[in-house]
């Protein structure tokens, strides 16, 4: 098992681990998210809107953190799936990083509208009122029924978890692509009519978020295909001491 420090210090992981933040980021921002958040913030606080604007932070605060908490639980799982599955399948990891690039290279014209019937959103429509005490759960369900709806930034960060090649660097991306996708959650709730202007700007302008998300899961997709995230991997390990991978 590794250990945190040799987990953690690693040239590859570090960018992968930006990577997966910037990706949970544009999926809150997608249109399958972003327009339901107010929503969801409501239903895991049990508040009305009107009340939300009088304050409550604690109740805002506590029901944000275990509703991100819930899903979280979900991709840190997936992520230690993909990357144990990497660990064992090093053979052959250069084809299968290049079949999985091009995979992520669909996504991402996918998430850009470029390929026609791969935008449809599959999510449940209808979410239970459960307050604070169902906020866990809610976010298990989250994790699980809007997983065809993120797909895309979550496919990507799931393959950078498989060339990573260890469940808990894995696991580590899916964190760090749950804190990109929870804290905007978070901040939403507890600056709620300060956001207000934010969440229009961001839906006047989604399409160019779309497309600039996209772009970016195309250029990783191309890093993995061309072989030249393996190569900066391995040029990291060589060039920087202290840099070092664990298998």
């Known amino acids: 098992m590794d250990n945190i420090s040799t ?3 690693s ?3 570090i960018l992968a681990m930006l990577i997966a933040f910037a990706a949970g980021i544009v999926a809150f921002v997608s249109p ?3 327009p339901l958040a107010p929503g969801y913030i409501s239903y895991i606080t049990g508040l009305t809107g009107a009340e939300l604007n009088e304050g409550r932070k604690g109740r805002v605060l506590l029901g944000s953190v275990l ?6 639980v979900v991709f840190v799982s997936y992520g230690a799936l993909f990357g144990g599955m990497g660990s064992l399948l090093l053979e052959y990891s250069d084809w299968l990083n290049r079949i999985l690039g091009v995979l992520v290279i669909a996504m991402g014209l996918a998430f850009m509208g470029l390929i026609p019937g791969l935008q449809r959103e599959y999510r449940f429509h209808h979410v239970p009122k459960w307050g604070v005490a169902g906020a866990p759960l809610l976010g298990i369900a989250f994790g699980i029924g809007w997983t ?3 797909g895309p930034t979550l ?3 799931q393959t950078l978890a498989f ?3 260890s469940a808990a660097r894995g696991a580590l991306l899916s964190l760090v692509y749950s804190l990109g996708l929870g804290l905007p959650f978070i901040l939403l709730g507890l600056f709620f009519t300060r956001t207000a202007r934010a969440l229009t700007f961001l839906r006047t302008h989604n399409l160019a978020i779309m497309r600039i998300g996209g772009a970016m899961l195309v250029i990783v997709g191309l890093l993995l295909v061309t072989g030249v995230w393996a190569d900066f991997t391995i040029w990291l390990r060589v ?4 840099f070092e991978t664990v298998i």
Do not use: D, R, Y
């Open 11 to 13: 040239g590859s992981l």
């Open 155 to 157: 496919a990507a960060v």
């Open 7 to 9: 987990v953690i210090n």
């Open 239 to 242: 060039s920087i001491p202290g």
């Open 67 to 72: 509703f991100v908490f819930g899903f979280s």
């Open 32 to 34: 399958c998210v972003l």
């Open 148 to 150: 065809p709806c993120i």
């Open 163 to 165: 060339t990573e090649a």
